[in-house]
């Protein structure tokens, strides 16, 4: 997974995966305890279909660490999405730090 020009867009190779992806957060403090939800969509019809969602902890010097396993990278094929990320603290929302951006899968070469 590599960030493009905009720090905000993901691009990845189809089929990648463990590859980590650092989310640095800034103007607030996270804790390691801290959960932050990332959702893939695509547009069908005019609506937001949820490819993939999926939660991260363990944060560290306020960066997130985003990768996927083998089998959430095959749920993504090659195709442009939309992606958003959450911060959840104590099971409550605190607030949406990325809101949909592109997240591209591309052909491998």
Request: aromatic share 6%; no cysteine.
């Given at each position: 997974?590599?960030?493009e020009e905009n720090k905000l867009n993901i691009a990845m190779a189809e089929g990648?995966?463990?590859i980590y992806l650092p989310v640095v957060v800034e103007g607030a403090e996270?804790?390691?305890a801290d959960a932050f939800i990332l959702t893939i969509a695509q547009?069908?019809?005019n609506e937001l279909d949820v490819i993939l969602s999926k939660t991260f902890s363990g944060?560290?010097?306020n960066t997130i660490y985003i990768f996927f396993t083998e089998s959430e990278s095959n749920t993504l094929p090659i195709g442009q999405y939309r992606y958003s990320l959450d911060w959840v603290r104590n099971g409550s929302f605190v607030c949406n730090l990325i809101e949909d951006k592109v997240f591209s899968v591309r052909n491998k070469v």
């Open positions: 997974m590599i960030r990648d995966y463990g996270i804790d390691s547009t069908v019809q944060a560290a010097n």
